[in-house]
T-cell receptor
Framework: GENVEQHPSTLSVQEGDSAVIKCTYS??????FPWYKQELGKRPQLIID?????GEKKDQRIAVTLNKTAKHFSLHITETQPEDSAVYFC???????????FGKGTHLIIQP | SAVISQKPSRDICQRGTSLTIQCQVD?????MFWYRQQPGQSLTLIAT?????????ESGFVIDKFPISRPNLTFSTLTVSNMSPEDSSIYLC???????????FGQGTRLTVV
């Protein structure tokens, strides 16, 4: 099935700096790549997604880039703020499944 | 967006017993899924709940252990059967309207097996 690798597992940045989280996937047929944010004790929530017909998508301070040839996609957060502290998960459609295969998650820590 | 109500929010159960988790959505949805999230870990897809037919299970998950029902387009249940401490986890219901579109999650059921 689909294999999604996510790095780093923990990322600590100074408030105001940028954060980048990277994921790779194995199934070249995958065409949808969402990113979820999960705060402690809460449900995962979609923050941005991208489809394979575009290479980049932005929403205010958040952007996602996709390289289909290399089978990797990245989340970029600029001007980080304390409320950005959370666990971020990348995902891709599971091979042969309708649901999602998630990466292992990145714990983003914003240092004041 | 869909509003998902999941019950119970948490439970502590004796080993060997079963627990049924309910997922109710405020509108009809095409796709419903069940995930497991062990403490501090990622989400793992258990199965796709199919309306009116047997669920589609992922590798490592079987119907005898995790029977799933989906009688209509707004409701599903997941049962964790013959529980052991290894089943202690958070179980999450998820819905989406179409393949490859935003998936919404319930608040989860935190299960502890003692």
């Amino acid at each position: 099935g689909e294999n999604v690798e996510q790095h780093p597992s923990t990322l600590s940045v100074q408030e105001g700096d940028s954060a980048v989280i990277k994921c790779t996937y194995s199934d070249s047929a995958s065409n949808y790549f969402p990113w979820y944010k999960q705060e402690l004790g809460k449900r995962p929530q979609l923050i941005i997604d991208i489809r394979s017909n575009v290479g980049e998508k932005k929403d205010q301070r958040i952007a996602v880039t996709l390289n289909k040839t290399a089978k990797h996609f990245s989340l970029h957060i600029t001007e980080t703020q304390p409320e950005d502290s959370a666990v971020y998960f990348c995902a891709a459609p599971g091979e042969g499944a309708d649901g999602l295969t998630f990466g292992k998650g990145t714990h983003l820590i914003i240092q004041p | 967006s869909a509003v998902i109500s999941q019950k119970p929010s948490r439970d502590i159960c004796q080993r060997g017993t079963s627990l049924t988790i309910q997922c109710q959505v405020d509108s009809q949805v095409t796709m419903m899924f069940w995930y497991r999230q062990q403490p501090g870990q990622s989400l793992t897809l258990i199965a796709t709940a199919n309306q009116g037919s047997e669920a589609t299970y992922e590798s490592g998950f079987v119907i005898d252990k995790f029977p799933i029902s989906r009688p209509n387009l707004t409701f599903s249940t997941l049962t964790v059967s013959n529980m052991s401490p290894e089943d202690s986890s958070i179980y999450l219901c998820s819905v989406s309207q179409q393949y490859n579109t935003e998936a919404f999650f319930g608040q989860g059921t935190r299960l502890t097996v003692v």
